[in-house]
Nanobody
Framework: QVPLVESGGGSVEAGGSLRLSCTTSGDAVSPRCMGWFRQAPGKEREGVAGIYIDGVTTFRAKSVAGRFFVSREKGKNTAFLQMADLKTEDTAMYYC?????????????????WGQGTQVTVYS
């Protein structure tokens, strides 16, 4: 399991923006896939966005399309999730993951390796 360090998050008014970052610590090899899942109270964990090491192959959930953008320096160990036009329904704990898969069709999946999570709260 790759150690992950997450930052960003916090509380923001609806319509605002936040940026999450996630990096592997130590001498970990650059993960093939990095991304974020989120979980709101009483709801299942869902894949939000992910990106492969090529910096090109990405995934975004339909619920965040056009508002969230994932990026990563090619071959580097840090990924970013830029979140714009945030909505109250985006409120959740966001977990970075460095073991994920982006299928051609369907949602991003992960076998685990979660970060500690960072809270995002959007208020109206």
């Amino acid at each position: 399991q790759v150690p992950l360090v997450e930052s960003g998050g916090g509380s923001v008014e609806a319509g605002g923006s936040l940026r999450l970052s996630c990096t592997t610590s130590g001498d970990a090899v650059s993960p093939r896939c990095m991304g974020w899942f989120r979980q709101a109270p009483g709801k299942e964990r869902e894949g939000v966005a992910g990106i492969y090491i090529d910096g090109v192959t990405t995934f975004r959930a339909k619920s965040v399309a056009g508002r969230f953008f994932v990026s990563r320096e090619k071959g580097k160990n840090t990924a970013f999730l830029q979140m714009a036009d945030l909505k109250t329904e985006d409120t959740a704990m966001y977990y970075c993951v460095a073991d994920c898969d982006i299928p051609l069709i369907g949602p991003m999946t992960s076998r685990g390796g979660w970060g500690q999570g960072t809270q995002v709260t959007v208020y109206s």
